[in-house]
Structures are given as C-alpha cells and as structure tokens.
C-alpha cells in the first residue's frame, strides 16, 4: 500500500517537472517564394564577372531552382517583384498540455545596410495571387506583425494586439510572415507566447541563421531600378538579355 501511495505522489511530481522544463511551443520555419507571385529576381553586392554572366545567359530562364542555385553561389540574394522582401511560412505547434496563447510577434535583432547596387538578375512577373495573412516592417517602427490591407497598406495595429490565438499540445497554427524593406537586413523573428502562469519568447530563424531579407535598388524617384553595375533582364520569350550598364527602364 505504501509503494502504491508514493508511487501516486511521485508520478504527478515528475510530470510536472517534464512540463515546466519543456518548450512553450515548437516552430519551424522555411523561406517561401513562388515564381508566379514573386518572379525571379536576385541582386548582387558585386558586379558579375564575365564568366558568371555567360553561365546565367545560358541558363534554361524556366529553371527556377537551378538559376536560384547559381546565383546564390555567386552571392546573390533573391528579391521579390510584388513589394516585399522575404515570404517565410511559419509553423507554430502546441508543446503543452494547457492550451499555449501567441501574445505577439515581431522582428528583432536587425542588422541593416543600404539595398545593394553590384548586379541584378531579374525575371518577369507571371501573375498575382492572395495577399500574406502578415507582414513586419524592417523599416519603421517596433517591427510587430501587423494585417496587410488590400489596398498594400499595414494595419496601425500589431496583428496580436487584436487577434488572439491558442494551440493545444499538437495543434498547429500556420503563417505566412512577409518582410518589408527598401534595404538589406539580417533578422530573427520573435513570437511572444503564455502557457498558464509561464510566459516566454520564441525566436524563430533560417536554420540557425538570420533571415536575409533584401530590396531592389531604386533611383530617387522611387519609380526605376538603380544603375546596378551588371544587369540581366529576361523577357520570358528569349531568355536573359544583358542591358549592360544600369537597369532604368
């Protein structure tokens, strides 16, 4: 009878202690980009060499995966031509037996320097497709995560100040987060949650590394591409023409 009473009194103890030491909520995040809705387009810090540009000029312009392969080791950084920076599909599961609210999310940790101007790579725009669910401004403000409206504007408001979202243990919840930028910032993404009495941050990034997230150059008008030192421009029948010096429409 005794073993049996302290197994009773043990038992709770130790899965209370697993509960309290283990995580508020379990995330996965992964870079998102879709041709139709974001083209394909990369810049570079550096003017491309010859050799490099002869390899993307005969690339197939349709094989997405094997130019994004190319041009990032070149150093290239992908952009997107629908007003955004960076798509991130986020994931957030319940790790706990009481329910797990998300009280915020917000971009921190920025590390940020002008958009770069070496070399450009650029694809067509095929077509349109939902606005994101969220967005953080890299730019301006406290970098919460805040509704895109349809007319491309933010919401005043952080997203979690009025929208509030609790996961059981094993649900899951899923986010589309676009950044904002008119340059080219590293960046963590973090996510306030509560489970009971126990309140903690989530930091969420690229596995391990920061978010990069980066803008096409624009002149001052805000309205042409900046004069970018190599510049590669496909027209989607031809495949990618050089435009030399600049990419001023």
């Given at each position: ?9 043990v038992?709770?103890?130790?899965s209370?202690?697993?509960?309290a030491?283990?995580?508020l ?10 041709p ?8 570079f ?9 002869r ?6 312009f349709l094989?997405v ?5 190319m041009?990032?080791?070149?150093g290239g950084?992908?952009?997107s031509?629908s007003?955004?920076?960076?798509r991130?599909?986020?994931?957030l599961?319940g790790a706990r037996g009481e329910?797990?609210?998300i ?18 790579v650029?694809?067509?725009l095929e ?15 406290n970098?919460d995560a ?12 952080p997203?979690?100040?009025q929208n509030?979202?609790e996961l059981?243990?094993g649900e899951?919840v ?6 904002l930028?008119r ?7 973090a996510?306030q949650?509560r489970?009971?009495d ?7 990034d690229d596995a391990g ?18 004069p ?7 027209d989607n029948?031809t495949?990618y023409?050089s ?7």
């Amino acid at each position: 009878m005794a073993v049996g009473l302290v197994f009773l009194l043990v038992s709770p103890l130790q899965s209370y202690v697993q509960e309290a030491g283990s995580p508020l909520v379990h995330t996965s995040a992964q870079v998102s980009w879709d041709p139709d809705m974001d083209g394909a387009t990369w810049v570079f810090n550096r003017k491309l060499k010859p050799d490099q540009v002869r390899k993307i000029e005969s690339l197939d312009f349709l094989d997405v995966d094997r130019a994004d392969h190319m041009a990032r080791s070149y150093g290239g950084v992908r952009v997107s031509e629908s007003g955004f920076s960076l798509r991130i599909r986020l994931v957030l599961r319940g790790a706990r037996g009481e329910p797990t609210l998300i009280e915020g999310m917000k971009a921190e940790n920025l590390e940020c320097v002008p958009a770069p101007t070496g070399g450009i790579v650029k694809h067509g725009l095929e077509g349109g497709g939902e606005i994101p669910s969220l967005a953080v401004d890299l730019d301006h403000g406290n970098h919460d995560a805040k509704a895109l409206l349809k007319d491309g504007s933010l919401d005043d408001r952080p997203y979690f100040s009025q929208n509030f979202y609790e996961l059981g243990k094993g649900e899951s919840v899923v986010y589309e987060v676009r950044a904002l930028t008119r340059r080219q910032c590293r960046w963590r993404l973090a996510v306030q949650v509560r489970s009971g009495d126990a309140t903690g941050t989530v930091r969420v990034d690229d596995a391990g590394a920061p978010f990069l997230a980066s803008s096409i150059a624009s002149d001052r008008s805000g309205q042409n591409l900046g004069p970018y030192r190599t510049c590669l421009m496909s027209d989607n029948d031809t495949g990618y023409i050089s435009e030399g010096i600049g990419c001023r429409r």
